[in-house]
């Protein structure tokens, strides 16, 4: 038989592991509050509230792992410290006691030392805001029964990213031939993951016990600037290259005066603003993984967007 894996969350991440799974032959049981998820056989989707220790207890009976990708309802750090430790702790509790492993997506916020290329060794001790509750998030783990796997990835990029700096701020203007506006600069190095790349990480890691209890870097391509990045999938679209220019930092910090979510993206701003570089070279190793080449994964973004847009009744940039 198949075995079960469980999915928690619909968004990128989620959503691209349960389809891989599913590809794979594995039975997938993905659980969101709105019953989302890839409408595909071998993918079950269930309305659950996985912040419920109940409602976990019998969806994840008899799984293999579980892959926890939930996020918050917001992008601040009140909510985060809300919602996302009450989450964590009812699945990894739930997890235990079915003796699955639990697999978690996670972000660079956590490390302390991010002037410098950020490996699996590095401090991962910031403090305060939302990379005070990523660190935390991480402690919990570490310190909890249940066998865990953080996978780290760099901002994302790929098929259906839509709400990150690499979405819909940057491939919607590409395809509309309009300007490109990004934060910080754009002509510092950066980190990006392709999703895809992150997912197949995840999958391999919770299928390798000797893998288990440990901090992975998902395989992440060389840094490039958002200046590169636009260019890649403006290549891949074949199109012109855009204008493109940048929202300096002070002003993204005067406006966080005034605006919550201005401050939250400007607490944020020293990612763009110099040298932001993740390293996953020795998790490529222990994983057996590469990283998709650009161009390659421009290509199947750029794909994704346009396939979108044609679908009836829908509109590039619209919700979905």
Request: aromatic share 6%.
């Amino acid at each position: 038989m198949s075995e079960l894996y469980v999915v928690t969350g619909a968004g990128p991440v989620g959503w691209t592991i349960a389809e891989q799974l599913a590809e794979r032959g594995h039975r997938v049981r993905i659980l969101t509050r709105s019953g989302s998820g890839p409408d595909r056989e071998g993918v079950e989707r269930i309305r659950a509230d996985v912040s419920d220790p109940e409602q976990l207890k019998s969806h994840v009976a008899g799984a293999a792992a579980i892959f926890h990708c939930i996020h918050g309802s917001a992008y601040r750090a009140r909510t985060w410290e809300a919602e996302l430790p009450q989450a964590e702790q009812a699945v990894t509790d739930a997890a235990a006691a079915a003796g699955a492993v639990v697999v978690f997506p996670e972000s660079l916020y956590s490390y302390s030392e991010s002037d410098r290329v950020m490996t699996e060794a590095g401090p991962r001790e910031a403090s305060g805001g939302k990379r005070g509750v990523r660190t935390a998030l991480l402690k919990a783990r570490q310190a909890h029964a249940a066998d865990t796997v953080s996978v780290v990835a760099g901002d994302f990029f790929g098929p259906r990213v839509r709400m990150a700096h690499a979405g819909e701020r940057l491939v919607r203007p590409i395809l509309k031939g309009k300007a490109v506006q990004v934060v910080g600069s754009a002509d510092q190095p950066h980190s990006f993951t392709y999703v895809p790349d992150l997912a197949a990480a995840m999958i391999a890691a919770a299928r390798e016990p000797k893998l288990w209890n440990s901090v992975l870097h998902a395989p992440t391509a060389p840094p490039v600037t958002m200046r590169e990045l636009a260019s890649a999938h403006t290549t891949a679209a074949g199109l012109s290259q855009p204008k493109l220019s940048a929202v300096p930092g002070w002003l993204l910090r005067l406006l966080g005066v005034f605006s919550t979510d201005m401050r939250e993206v400007a607490e944020m701003l020293y990612q763009f603003e110099r040298p932001f570089v993740m390293d996953s070279t020795r998790s490529e190793q222990r994983l057996g993984l590469r990283p998709t080449p650009l161009p390659e994964a421009a290509a199947a973004t750029v794909a994704w967007w346009r396939d979108l847009e044609n679908k009836p009744g829908s509109r590039l940039g619209s919700a979905q």
